[in-house]
């Protein structure tokens, strides 16, 4: 928690404050990606349950400072773990076949499609 600015650590508490819906200074774990992706980290659940994150809720609870020490550690990471905009972008690209910066409705349903029955 130490390597984080103060500016982000009062950023994070705020994030923290708005997910404690009982007021009990604990959020439930099943809320640790939301957070993150609240306070503009691109972080995946796995990533998020290799860390604490619980896939169903009402499993177990946080406390600030727990939720402190997981920001920080992803904070920490370079923004390449992530990937960026541009990458995304780059990705789509793969499939505008007429090279004219669209894709049609039925080329993206068919690669989501596809995706689906990767996972």
Partial sequence: MASLPQDKIDDAKQVFEVFDKKYESKVDAHHIGDMLRSLGLAVTNAECEKRGQTPKPGTKTITVEEFL?????????????????????????????????????????????????LT
């Avoid at 990471?77 to 669209?102: A, C, H, I, Q, R």
Wanted: charged residues 25%; glycine residues 8%; aromatic residues 14%.
């Fill in 69 to 117: 020490a997981i920001y920080s550690e992803f904070f920490k990471m370079p923004e390449k773990t992530w990937g960026t905009y541009e990458d995304f972008m780059e990705g789509l690209k793969l499939y505008d076949k007429e090279s004219n910066g669209l894709l049609s409705l039925a080329e993206l349903s068919q690669v989501l499609v596809a995706m689906g029955k």
